[in-house]
């Protein structure tokens, strides 16, 4: 099974690039990140919102909630690929950063990505 790679980008050869599963799921938890409710017409549910936050006051209680809203997210949009092990948002400064503990299914990899929003990072 061909994973596209996201941003969508052509290889030398001048094909659809595509990338491994590993990578392929990290790039959808960054799409799930990325993207904002009602911002895809067809799923008006998908997405959290986080790139939004760098214009919000930050705080603990911002942080629990995108926590929240993180985890629920990846469970429903990606449940059929991984197991969330856990969702952590930590605020630093202006910036929250994310951390993502998850297993793939398919290979029982455990992958822990982290993502930094806010501040000098955007």
Do not use: C, K
Not at 1 to 10: K, Q, R, T, V
Not at 77 to 101: A, G, K, N
């Amino acid at each position: 099974m061909s994973n596209l790679a996201l941003p969508f980008a052509f290889d030398p050869t001048g094909r659809t690039a595509t990338t491994d599963l590993a990578s392929h799921i990290r790039d959808m938890v960054l799409q799930i990140l990325l993207t904002s409710p009602g911002e895809r017409v067809n799923r008006p549910t998908f997405g959290t919102g986080t790139a939004t936050l760098v214009f919000a006051p930050n705080s603990d209680a911002l942080a629990a909630a995108q926590q929240q809203l993180i985890q629920a997210s990846l469970q429903q949009w990606l449940s059929d690929l991984i197991r969330v092990q856990s969702v952590t948002v930590t605020p630093e400064d202006s910036t929250l950063l994310i951390t993502v503990v998850y297993t793939i299914i398919q290979t029982q990899q455990q992958q822990t990505e982290q993502f930094v929003y806010g501040g000098a990072s955007q």
